[in-house]
Each structure stands twice: as C-alpha cells, then as structure tokens.
C-alpha cells in the first residue's frame, strides 16, 4: 500500500463567525498529483494553513508523514509556492539566482554556512523547472510564469517530498498552463514528488493530474482524475454554487 503523506480525520476549523471547514477528511498518499479545487471562500487556504501547521483544527485529527501534526519536526519536507510569490516588480534587487538560494536557508539555518554544492544544487533546481537560462536575471524583469517557476525551484532546492502549490497557474496564458503542467508532472514522476495544486479554476485541471478533491466547506470529491471527469457539471456546479465549464 502507498505511503499516506497527509491524512485529514474529521478535521473542523471555525474562525469567530465563519465555520470555515467542517468534517474534512482526506488522505493524499506518496506519489499523488492532486488538484483540490474550490471557489473563493470554500476554505483552501484554511486547509492550507492547517497542513502547514499554522492553524491548529478545533477538532478532529491530521496526520503528516504518517505522524501527529503536532510533533512534527521536518516542515522542511513540504515545499509551499504561495499565490503571491510572482508578485515583484521590476525594481526588485535580486538575481534569480539569490532567490533560488535563499530557499537553502530553511535547511542550513541561520548564520550558518550553505552548503558547498549550494551552487550546483540552484543550477539543478532551476533546470528542473526549465529557468536555468536566467541565472543571473533580476527576478523583477521576468514574466509572471517565470517568476512562478523561480519560486517553484526555490522550494525545490531543499529538496522537499511533497510540493503545495497555490493558485500556481494564476498569471500564466492559457497557452502556457499545459508546458507548465507538464514541467509539474515530470517533477512527480521522475523526482517522485507528492503534488498537491490548489486552484479555484476547475478549467484550468488538466489530465496531468492523478486526482482531484472538490471543497466547500466539506470535501465532495475525492478520488481519480478520470472518475472526476464522468461527474457532470451540473453536479459541480451545485457543490460549488455557480456554474463550472470543464474543458479536456
Ligand atoms: N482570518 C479570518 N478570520 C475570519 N474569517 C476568515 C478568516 N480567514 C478566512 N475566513 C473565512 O473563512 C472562509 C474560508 O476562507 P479561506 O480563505 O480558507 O477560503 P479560500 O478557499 O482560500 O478562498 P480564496 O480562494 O478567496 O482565497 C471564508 O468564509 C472566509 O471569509
């Protein structure tokens, strides 16, 4: 059996006057691409935040790495892209490069020194997501998808087992979103990296990914991309509260 990497029980999270996630449970084996989706509001980023150890739930149980959320020790093994990563302007003084880097620091700690392949290990990072080319660029004079690709590779350079992602297809054309999910699958088949994409654009969820969790609130889907695919729109629709289009 897959290794369960994330595991949600009965999960709830209420803030002061919204219940913003209410018996969530879900489980996201070694190995998985999934996409959850939902709507603004349907409370992704909460769920986010619980995986990532911000939040703690009201009730009910997560487990990461097979272990109690709440003792564990190796955050360093969850890469998070986080929506605004590709937000900087064309002013902002840094190489691609530094930024690639600086995601090395999680792993050496502060005032300590990088490690002696800090170099080749940025060069491999950014290979992986098809940057190297950019090297020395001021992050500020890229597009927004590459911009997004540079933070992807500045959580890849520590080498994480599973990737969040957020909204990562926000800011790219619509040409470009199939070479960047493409880019996402070769990182989890080849780098047997677990994948977790977070988007509110059931369009934009391509067959890339090996499956797909609906939220609101509550989860109404979890399962294989395909079986997603039979689900009519209508059906999606009323999970989600306005009218889906999906496109293959
Ligand atoms: N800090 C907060 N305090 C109070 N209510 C909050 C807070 N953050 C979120 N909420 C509410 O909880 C619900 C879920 O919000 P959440 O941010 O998790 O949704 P989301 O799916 O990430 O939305 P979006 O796609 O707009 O980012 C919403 O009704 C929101 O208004």
Redesign the pocket.
């Known amino acids: 059996m897959k290794k369960p990497l994330i595991e949600l029980k009965d999960v709830s999270f209420q ?4 219940q ?1 996630l209410k018996n969530i449970s879900l489980r996201v084996n070694e190995g998985d691409f999934l996409a959850l989706i ?11 935040k619980l995986i990532l150890g911000l939040l703690k739930p009201m009730s009910g149980e997560i487990k990461l790495f097979g272990e109690q959320a709440s003792h564990f020790k190796h955050r360093e093994w969850i890469g998070y892209v986080s ?1 605004k990563s590709n937000a900087f302007n064309s002013g902002f003084p840094a190489t691609v490069e530094e930024v690639v880097k600086s995601g090395l620091s999680q792993k050496v700690g502060l005032f300590k020194r990088y490690p002696k392949d800090a170099d080749i290990l940025v060069k491999s990072a950014l290979k992986d997501v098809g940057m190297d080319k950019f090297l020395k660029r001021n992050i500020g004079q890229l597009s927004g998808g590459q911009q997004q690709r540079v933070f992807i590779a500045r959580a890849l350079v520590s080498d994480p087992k599973l990737l969040i992602l957020d ?1 990562p297809t926000v800011g790219i054309d619509r040409e470009n979103v199939q070479a960047f999910y493409d880019m996402l699958a070769h990182l989890n088949k080849h780098h047997n990296m677990t994948m977790i994409l977070v988007t ?1 654009d059931v369009d934009t969820v391509s067959d890339r990914v090996s499956h797909v969790a609906c ?1 609101n609130q509550s989860i109404h889907f979890h399962g294989y991309k395909n079986d997603f695919d039979t689900i009519s729109e209508e059906q999606i629709a009323s999970w989600n509260g306005h009218s889906v289009r999906k496109i293959h």
Do not use: F, R
């Open positions: 803030y002061e006057y919204t913003a939902g709507q603004n509001g349907s409370g992704k980023s909460t769920l986010l929506q909204e509110h939220l």
